[in-house]
């Protein structure tokens, strides 16, 4: 162990002695033998009455800081608690927590005894489990086996009253190369609604590379190289799961990567996810070293239906780009409607004089007339670019083709053939009155993105956005091949990567790649690009060894991209719907393209769990999963009324911001939300996706994806009490597979394991 390790680890063994609330063993035994008190709060779950005669504490919120310096963590949770009825209340706490914690302070409100609290190893810990399981006949705690446990003492809650509880523990962090891990144990339950605010503060002698959640969405801020602050989204409070945040440190000024693995016998090998940062600011750069410049071309659309807040909007988004150009770099301004104009012939640099002669240009911009996609896109990427510098296009409309050529496959093909100059073309659709499907396959061929702005959102404030993430080209035109143990390329060790065609990366930026991989020696991958400005390899070697079914995200993430590929497929399938809308509509239910399509969503859906606005009626009471035609069947029929023939409007908006999302999709989404037709933000409630497996709710019945798709149903080949001996054993069994949170769920719950339904009840 290294010598910094030493030290946290001393530090950690001396504040844990030095707490007066965690004696010598003796205590502690004492302390897991008493009684429990008539409320056990788990924080990361919910309360559990012993006297189910009487209503149990309520866990109104959490409030997490977590500080990591270095490689250990500070932990401080503070619970509040609410008492509901007339009557004074015991209660005590239980925290899961990882390996290597240890308590560093207990305390609660009020006048009381002195709070203590102990650290349960993983045995004690399974023992207490059990011991409330077998009382109450909840399985809920199962989740946390594998855990180690801190018990609290007995503190009270007055009658109708309030409590505040802190607790704070320490730990080491496991490291894997360059990057750290940390885990915040909670509950995978859909039904758990409690509000988390986390936040995290990362300090560390070399400089971050990137912050990276797969559970749940973050907001960063980047203090100085070295630091940096994340908090969980407001949106992602009460998202349920596991708190899981990874950060890679800087390695040699380059790209820093690391790889996270879940092992799959049924694919030979299993998935991955390939975490990727960037050098922070300039940390790194050689004195010669030239940056990446960039060549913007805004294209405006400037037809009649522009006309007024939407065309001043777009006129200072154009103006904010030029304004925020850097020294050196060039800019065009080209506008259209039925007509199309250029500021100038070719892009010219940035200067005092051209930057006021396109103010100028902009604030005279007038709307009317017609909307000729073909013809401005044509214009605009037939521009012979500047050598040395990133050409980029931020293409604006509100509107259909209405001038010259409309039909879709023709607009779409033209842009292909006339980028030549491989410019980045990121497409803004304003309103419900865009082609997002045209849009967005125009962005995505180009390795830009496409970006959609509601009625009431501001263009500007969207496309400054987009912009702002622009700035400092670091990686340009990436390529990453997979190499054997000499550095030859191999083309069956991996297969399925998402995204297929890597994105340029900028200053801030990183890369979530997910992927599937075969065998189980190390994986090598070559990263070649021009990075800033020079073109360079970067090569990388991951060891496989350290793959579990607890990175459980990893297949889960590469599933629901997966589905978005597919959902995206047939949705640009759609514009030669529109060509030839009787052909396509005859054949869509039979062409064996569309089916193929079709059946590997459905069988991707029910093995993972993952639901969308075209498969939600999976998670209907009284939809057979059985009867896979007609599941097929339905599922087809919603993709042909909605994604092949919605290619605008108010419909095709939501679909365009759903695929979006699985497209791009870097952390969970286990409440399986998406926006409906109406843009209103709706959940399937009876999918629960649990550890690597996912179930179906069928009546008082949580059934196995994999029983589902093995055609087995519901139908069981066994059946296992809740508290016996052979149930005891299957949660040993679980638990060496990291799947004991699948015995967790209320009701009862049909399993596959080893080729057999196992039905699992209280009854």
């Not at 100028?360 to 012979?384: C, F």
Request: aromatic content about 6%; charged content about 25%; glycine content about 8%.
């Amino acid at each position: 162990m290294s010598i910094l390790k030493n030290r946290i680890c001393a530090a950690l063994l001396i504040s844990l002695l030095a707490l007066p609330a965690l004696p010598a063993g003796g205590q502690a035994r004492r302390v897991h033998h008493r009684a429990f008190a008539s409320n056990v709060i788990v924080p990361q779950s919910r309360s559990f009455s012993l006297d189910r005669r009487r209503q149990q504490v309520e866990i109104t919120g959490v409030k997490v800081a977590v500080v990591i310096l270095e490689q250990a963590a500070t932990t401080r949770m503070d619970i509040s608690l609410k008492n509901p009825t007339g009557s004074r209340m015991e209660a005590e706490l239980l925290v899961p927590v990882p390996d290597g914690a240890v308590v560093r302070g207990f305390t609660f409100q009020g006048a009381g005894k002195e709070p203590s609290a102990v650290l349960l190893p993983k045995k004690k810990a399974v023992e207490t489990y059990k011991s409330i399981v077998a009382r109450i006949k909840d399985p809920a705690l199962l989740e946390f086996v594998g855990y180690n446990l801190i018990r609290s003492s007995v503190f009270p809650i007055a009658p109708n009253g309030t409590q505040k509880v802190r607790l704070t523990y320490e730990n080491l962090l496991p490291a894997d190369g360059s990057r750290i891990d940390y885990v915040l144990p909670r509950s995978e339950a859909i039904n758990y609604n409690v509000p988390w605010e986390i936040s995290v503060r990362i300090k560390s002698k070399k400089a971050i590379s990137t912050v990276y959640s797969p559970s749940h969405k973050l907001e960063f801020r980047r203090i100085k190289p070295n630091v940096v602050s994340a908090k969980i989204a407001r949106g992602a409070m009460t998202e349920p799961g596991p708190f899981q945040l990874s950060y890679l440190q800087e390695e040699d000024g380059g790209v820093t990567a690391s790889l996270l693995a879940y092992p799959d016998p049924k694919i030979g090998g299993g998935y991955f996810l390939l975490l990727a940062g960037l050098p922070v600011g300039g940390q790194g750069r050689e004195a010669d070293e030239p940056a990446v410049k960039r060549e913007i071309t805004v294209v405006l659309d400037r037809s009649g239906s522009m006309a007024g807040e939407k065309l001043a909007q777009a006129k200072a988004a154009a103006l904010q780009v030029v304004q925020g150009l850097l020294d050196g770099e060039k800019f065009n301004i080209i506008d259209y409607s039925d007509s199309i104009s250029t500021f100038a012939p070719a892009p010219v640099v940035r200067s005092k004089k051209n930057l006021e002669e396109a103010r100028h240009y902009i604030r005279s911009l007038r709307s009317g007339g017609g909307t000729n996609i073909h013809d401005v896109l044509i214009e605009a990427l037939r521009q012979k670019p500047t050598k040395g510098m990133l050409p980029i296009v931020l293409f604006l409309t509100d509107g259909l083709p209405t001038v010259g050529v409309r039909n879709e496959v023709a607009i779409r093909n033209a842009a292909i053939k006339a980028n030549k100059h491989k410019r980045r073309i990121f497409t803004f659709g304003v309103g419900f009155d865009v082609n997002t499907p045209l849009l967005r396959h125009i962005a995505h061929n180009s390795r830009a993105v496409g970006t959609f702005v509601l009625p009431k959102e501001d263009v500007e404030v969207k496309v400054s956005q987009v912009y702002r993430r622009l700035f400092g080209p670091v990686l340009s035109e990436p390529v990453l091949t997979v190499v054997d143990s000499n550095g030859e390329p191999v083309s069956r060790r991996v297969a399925d990567l998402l995204p297929a065609q890597l994105p340029d990366m900028f200053e801030g930026d990183r890369l979530v790649l997910l992927g599937k991989y075969t065998g189980e020696k190390p994986l090598g991958f070559r990263l070649k690009g021009n990075f800033r400005g020079k073109p360079k390899t970067f090569k990388f070697n991951f060891k496989l060894d350290k793959a579990t079914t607890k990175n459980s995200f990893v297949p889960r993430l590469w599933a629901s991209r997966k589905i978005g590929v597919l959902i995206d497929a047939i949705r640009q399938a759609g514009a030669e719907a529109v060509a030839n809308p009787s052909v396509i509509a005859a054949g869509t239910a039979t062409d064996p393209k569309m089916k193929e399509l079709v059946d590997e969503i459905v069988r991707l859906s029910i093995e993972f769990g993952i639901l969308t606005e075209y498969t939600a009626f999976l998670a209907k009471e009284g939809t057979d999963l059985n009867r896979r035609e007609a599941i097929r069947f339905d599922t087809n029929a919603n993709l042909y009324s909605r994604a092949v023939r919605g290619r605008s409007g108010k419909g095709a908006m939501n679909q365009a911001y759903n695929n979006d999302f699985q497209l791009r999709q870097t952390f969970s989404n286990r409440r399986n939300f998406f926006l409906d037709k109406d843009m209103n933000r709706v959940q399937v409630a009876r999918v629960q996706q649990m550890n690597d497996r996912a179930f179906f709710r069928r009546g008082s019945r949580w059934v196995d994806g994999n029983a589902i798709n093995a055609q087995g149903g519901d139908k069981t080949d066994k059946t296992v009490k809740i508290g016996s001996p052979e149930f005891l054993k299957l949660l040993d069994r679980l638990v060496e597979d990291n799947r004991q949170g699948t015995l967790s769920m209320s009701g009862e719950i049909v399993l596959r394991i080893d080729g057999k339904n196992i039905l699992i009840t209280s009854k």
